[in-house]
């Protein structure tokens, strides 16, 4: 089974005994678990016909619909505008010259450690944006300063042969940068990169906050319906397999595209980063 | 600067609030992250599932929509507590599914022949695990779980949308007293600056302290 750990012995006919006795034990504790969860569900009434109507309704579902249009709306504007800013910050951090490494340096360390919800109240209430560009403009600061730093460990991942080898060939640092070290580093950090996309796409739903019409706004207007009788946990049960299932097929995609490249000729020189999104303290590494 | 000192009070009440809430917050996600990666580690295959469910799941939840679904879900079944409460219990639920990978991630750090030199010593799974393998995982976690706390404490913002008292809520009251509303957010960024860099510090000596590299 899960040979990669040391921590027990392959069991031997008493302890698998003992092992499947537990398991059935903990599966009975789990199952019971769910059911008390399920009896209480039915014993508020939440499973009545009034309360799952609303979603036979062809405007709520076209609501719906909306709502989750407009999530993925903020997400491909904040996730393309981010990889942008992302960019630009890490050619900063990566610049010869020390002004500019100086700016994005405190650029991108000042966006990191504000929580994202600050940056999107900040721009939606003092600076009275409405409410996509102020969802956008804070998740793109924010994700942005991050993809910078993915970026900029990706470049110092490569092997170092490589940029040395470009050097020795005569080529510039920017040909150096475009031809050698870039393409290596984001084939490399392409799994951080798309989790770092879920992390944005989690995000978005913080525009419920400042009232934009997303996902979980929809969600909250048909939850506060009295004619069903307050649908608020069939709405729950609707929307969390929705996003949910969506961030897992991101992650599941992340998690795939960094088997795949470990297996590439292509990132020999260069270790590909886990799919996971970044962690980093703050501050200079 | 009349808006910090104006309103100190409002300001250190939301300060302490945030600060509550990351510590009682990160305490139950360094509980349950612990438990759910002894549980992906254990030898029980249902353990393992569940472990694994847990922290799929909640990696891949919106905080927003936890919340959400905590602080006015949960009220429904007439589980009626305290608002700060429920926020606890939502930001130390999702940070431990991040604590238990964290952990998890630390515990393949430690060499196969540390847990097989424990086991070849008669140590049953819990002796091993926390005898051992533990101890030497601590040390490589060290960093990653800086991170994490600090992600914990910016996420606590989110609470104050959901009307606990804590420090991003404060500019409701301020700007309806008609204070000048950047400075008024300067000060709270500020005040998150602080947070995170304590945490940041703070992580920093214990690594100094017990981290070593591998």
């Not at chain 1, 499973?47 to 309704?57: A, E, H, I, R």
């Not at chain 2, 104050?160 to 000060?187: D, H, M, P, Q, R």
Request: hydrophobic share 55%; charged share 15%.
């Amino acid at each position: 089974m899960t040979d990669s750990t040391a921590l027990y012995d392959i069991p031997g006919p008493h302890a698998r005994r003992r092992h499947l006795l537990y398991g059935v034990a903990s599966t009975v504790v789990i199952l019971a678990l769910a059911g008390w969860i399920l009896h209480l569900l039915f014993d508020n009434d939440q499973f009545t016909s009034t309360k799952w109507s609303p979603f036979l309704y062809e405007g709520i579902q076209e609501l719906l619909l909306e709502g989750l249009g407009n999530t993925l709306k903020a997400f491909a504007y904040a996730s393309v505008l981010s990889l942008a800013l992302g960019a630009l910050l890490a050619t900063g951090r990566l610049s010869d010259h020390r002004v500019l490494r100086w700016i994005s340096t405190l650029l991108v360390e000042f966006f990191r450690a504000m929580p994202v919800l600050v940056m999107i109240f900040f721009i939606f209430v003092a600076l009275k944006v409405q409410a996509l560009p102020a969802l956008v403009a804070g998740l793109t600061l924010y994700n942005g300063s991050v993809l910078a730093e993915v970026f900029r460990t990706g470049v110092h991942a490569v092997a170092r042969g490589q940029g040395e080898a470009a050097y020795a060939l005569g080529m510039r640092k920017t040909q150096v940068m475009t031809y050698v070290l870039v393409p290596q580093a984001v084939r490399a950090m392409l799994p951080a990169i798309i989790s770092q996309l879920v992390v944005a796409l989690k995000d978005t739903s913080l525009g419920f906050l400042i009232t934009y019409e997303e996902f979980l706004h929809a969600g909250k207007l048909i939850a506060s319906n009295l004619d069903y009788d307050l649908p608020f946990i069939p709405v729950v049960l609707v929307i969390s397999p929705i996003y949910i299932g969506m961030c897992m097929l991101l992650s599941w995609f992340a998690t795939w595209v960094a088997r795949r490249e470990r297996r590439s000729p292509k990132t020999k020189a260069v270790d590909v980063a886990p799919a996971e999104p970044e962690t980093l303290l703050p501050g200079p590494q | 600067m009349d808006v910090l000192t104006d309103n100190f009070s409002l300001y250190a009440e939301g300060f302490l609030g945030t600060v509550e809430l990351t510590v009682y917050a990160s305490a139950l996600a360094l509980v349950l992250g612990f438990l759910m990666a002894s549980f992906r580690v254990a030898p029980v295959g249902s353990f393992r599932v569940f472990g694994t469910v847990w922290v799929t799941v909640l990696r891949n939840t919106p905080l927003t929509l936890l919340f959400f679904a905590v602080m006015l879900g949960l009220p429904r079944f007439g589980l009626v507590l305290p608002f700060e409460l429920f926020a606890v219990l939502a930001l130390g639920c999702y940070t431990s599914a991040f604590i238990c990978e964290v952990l998890r991630s630390g515990i393949n750090t430690v060499p196969r022949g540390q847990g097989e030199a424990a086991r070849s010593l008669g140590m049953s799974f819990s002796q091993s695990l926390g005898t051992v393998v533990l101890p030497q995982a601590f040390r490589t976690v060290i960093p990653p779980i800086g991170s994490t706390l600090i992600a914990l404490a910016k996420n606590s913002a989110i609470a104050g949308a959901f009307s606990v008292t804590e420090l991003l809520g404060t500019y409701k009251t301020l700007s309806e007293l008609g204070y000048n509303i950047v400075w008024t957010f300067v000060w709270i960024a500020v005040g998150y600056l602080i947070i995170t860099l304590t945490i940041s510090a703070l992580f920093n000596v214990l690594e100094k302290r017990w981290g070593v590299a591998r």
